[in-house]
């Protein structure tokens, strides 16, 4: 899911947020908001990952990752599809 590592920041993260805003609308009804909180922090860990990689240094820590991310910020989890009662959701 991550883009291309050697591709400038910005570049990355308009892609990420692309992909992270399309995954919002398909996932995001009511009742499943932890889980797209969780694909959140798993996409944030991949990435610094992938930015630590493009390094010769060992490891990107996050008190480094944590700037770039306030300064190019990937769009936070949102539930697009509410529903008064989940059951709803099925029908």
Do not use: C
């Not at 590592?5 to 009742?31: C, E, F, M, N, W």
């Not at 992938?50 to 910020?73: G, M, Q, T």
Request: hydrophobic content about 35%; charged content about 25%.
């Amino acid at each position: 899911m991550v883009p291309d590592q050697h591709q400038p920041i910005p570049h990355q993260r308009d892609r990420l947020a692309a992909k992270l805003v399309g995954h919002y609308s398909y996932y995001g009804i009511t009742g499943n908001f932890m889980p797209l909180q969780q694909y959140y922090r798993q996409v944030t860990k991949t990435w610094r990952k992938w930015l630590e990689r493009r390094s010769r240094k060992k490891e990107l820590p996050w008190e480094k990752f944590l700037p770039i991310l306030a300064r190019h910020p990937l769009p936070r989890p949102t539930i697009m599809h509410r529903y008064a009662v989940v059951s709803e959701a099925l029908s």
